[in-house]
């Protein structure tokens, strides 16, 4: 049964606040999370969904306000070292080493749980997601709360993450009594998730922390997951972190990716637009501040820019959802491949798109452009 939603979801802005009202607020999300309640708050990835990490019936509620699949574990924020140690007793000195490198900031870590952990937090997995946000908010609230805090991204499941106060509002809004609007998040895309419970550490879902990073400090290999350097969704392949095998991040229209040099991209893009369009659908394209201007669609964004990668992985989810309010039924976008940032960026991207890809080649026709390979899954262009 659907359970109907009406709770009063008050949205905080934080930097309107003087030190008293400030405080006052935070003591009053502290006190929601050791009530068991949910409390929205911003980190510097995205926006979580928080509640009391070692209280199960309060991560069930996390699950129900998302409508999450309970499978699917959750990640346990900290403020403290010793809070790591809390959750996990296999912390070796090579772990440590990464943890007072990239910590506070935007890596999870995966280690054997201690049975305090509830099965409730951890989808009933043997092993725990930790992870210290940089993020002053975060911090504070963890500590005022006095409690570690398991948190998702705040939106519901399968929409794209929320990167402000207002996307986690049109998800949560009667779901949650309280969202602090701590404005835009800084980075846009979720954490790097290192699984650091076997010999040598693998990504599960690649980040802002890059295997570079990662192995500079580590000094050996960092190994990338098989479902995540793939680039595919093969059903033989078995994804370990169980979140990486729903559709996730998914605007309602359908997306379709192309990759290949900027003209026949271009050109592609440009050809199949025209003939959507014709057939009366409305068409979006995400490309960027290079290429914006070259696109014809009813619809037509520039998500960042190819100069900055980091301007694209945090204008990825504002223009997903800005697809959606605007309504475009078929949706075409660039690839941002380059080094680092772009392998996390297209994790997602191919995620949202259902992994629907067309690779192309500049071409001599009328049209300018070759198809060289195509991945639709379900169904032909
Ligand atoms: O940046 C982030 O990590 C954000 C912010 C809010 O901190 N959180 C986030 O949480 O992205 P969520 O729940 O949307 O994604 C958590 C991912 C899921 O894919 C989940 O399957 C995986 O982490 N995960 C959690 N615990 C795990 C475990 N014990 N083993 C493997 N994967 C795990
Ligand atoms: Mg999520």
Same mark, same amino acid.
């Given at each position: 049964?659907?359970?109907?939603?009406?709770?009063?979801?008050?949205?905080?802005?934080?930097?309107?606040?003087?030190? *008293?009202?400030?405080?006052?607020?935070?003591?009053?999300?502290?006190?929601?999370?050791?009530?068991?309640?949910?409390?929205?708050?911003?980190?510097?990835?995205?926006?979580?969904?928080?509640?009391?990490?070692?209280?199960?019936?309060?991560?069930?509620?996390?699950?129900?306000?998302?409508?999450?699949?309970?499978?699917?574990?959750?990640?346990?924020?900290?403020?403290?070292?010793?809070?790591?140690?809390?959750?996990?007793?296999?912390?070796?000195?090579?772990?440590?080493?990464?943890?007072?490198?990239?910590?506070?900031?935007?890596?999870?870590?995966?280690?054997?749980?201690?049975?305090?952990?509830?099965?409730?937090?951890?989808?009933?997995?043997?092993?725990?997601?930790?992870?210290?946000?940089?993020?002053?908010?975060?911090?504070?609230?963890?500590?005022?709360?006095?409690?570690?805090?398991?948190?998702?991204?705040?939106?519901?499941?399968?929409?794209?993450?929320?990167?402000?106060?207002?996307?986690?509002?049109?998800?949560?809004?009667?779901?949650?009594?309280?969202?602090? *609007?701590?404005?835009? &998040?800084?980075?846009?895309?979720?954490?790097?998730?290192?699984?650091?419970?076997?010999? !040598?550490?693998?990504?599960?879902?690649?980040?802002?922390?890059?295997?570079?990073?990662?192995?500079?400090?580590?000094?050996?290999?960092?190994?990338? *997951?098989?479902?995540?350097?793939?680039?595919?969704?093969?059903?033989?392949?078995?994804?370990?972190?169980?979140?990486?095998?729903?559709?996730?991040?998914?605007?309602?229209?359908?997306?379709?990716?192309?990759?290949?040099?900027?003209? +026949?991209?271009?050109?592609?893009?440009?050809?199949?637009?025209?003939?959507?369009?014709?057939?009366?659908?409305?068409?979006?394209?995400?490309?960027?501040?290079?290429?914006?201007?070259?696109?014809?669609?009813? &619809?037509?964004?520039?998500?960042?820019?190819?100069?900055?990668? !980091?301007?694209?992985?945090?204008?990825?989810?504002?223009?997903?959802?800005?697809?959606?309010?605007?309504?475009?039924?078929?949706?075409?976008? !660039?690839?941002?491949?380059?080094?680092?940032?772009?392998?996390?960026?297209?994790?997602?991207?191919?995620?949202?798109?259902?992994?629907?890809?067309?690779?192309?080649?500049?071409?001599?026709?009328?049209?300018?452009?070759?198809?060289? !390979?195509?991945?639709?899954?379900?169904? +032909?262009?």
């Amino acid at each position: 049964m659907d359970k109907a939603w009406s709770m009063k979801t008050e949205c905080v802005r934080m930097d309107l606040l003087d030190e *008293d009202a400030r405080s006052e607020a935070l003591d009053r999300a502290g006190r929601i999370i050791r009530e068991g309640g949910l409390v929205a708050f911003p980190t510097e990835t995205v926006y979580g969904l928080g509640a009391d990490a070692m209280n199960a019936q309060a991560a069930a509620r996390i699950y129900e306000a998302k409508g999450r699949p309970s499978d699917n574990p959750l990640i346990v924020h900290i403020a403290d070292f010793a809070e790591a140690e809390a959750l996990s007793g296999d912390i070796s000195p090579g772990v440590r080493k990464i943890m007072e490198t990239f910590w506070p900031g935007p890596l999870t870590i995966i280690l054997p749980k201690r049975p305090e952990v509830p099965d409730g937090t951890t989808g009933g997995l043997p092993t725990v997601a930790i992870r210290m946000p940089s993020h002053p908010l975060a911090a504070e609230l963890i500590r005022k709360s006095g409690r570690m805090i398991a948190a998702p991204s705040a939106n519901l499941s399968g929409r794209p993450s929320p990167t402000t106060a207002d996307h986690v509002y049109e998800d949560m809004k009667g779901r949650i009594p309280m969202i602090l *609007d701590g404005g835009p &998040v800084n980075i846009g895309i979720e954490s790097t998730i290192l699984d650091m419970t076997e010999e !040598e550490p693998v990504i599960l879902r690649p980040g802002y922390i890059s295997p570079r990073d990662l192995s500079r400090v580590w000094g050996g290999q960092i190994h990338l *997951d098989p479902a995540v350097a793939s680039r595919t969704m093969k059903k033989d392949i078995k994804a370990k972190a169980p979140g990486m095998k729903y559709r996730h991040y998914a605007p309602k229209g359908r997306l379709t990716l192309f990759e290949g040099p900027s003209s +026949a991209v271009t050109a592609a893009i440009n050809a199949l637009s025209a003939k959507d369009r014709k057939a009366g659908l409305r068409v979006g394209i995400i490309g960027t501040e290079e290429t914006e201007s070259l696109y014809k669609g009813d &619809v037509v964004r520039a998500v960042g820019s190819r100069q900055h990668p !980091e301007t694209i992985a945090a204008g990825l989810y504002r223009i997903l959802r800005e697809m959606d309010d605007l309504n475009c039924a078929s949706i075409y976008s !660039e690839s941002f491949y380059d080094e680092d940032l772009g392998e996390a960026i297209m994790n997602r991207l191919l995620k949202a798109a259902g992994y629907r890809h067309i690779k192309v080649k500049p071409g001599l026709g009328e049209e300018g452009f070759f198809i060289e !390979e195509t991945d639709v899954p379900g169904g +032909a262009l």
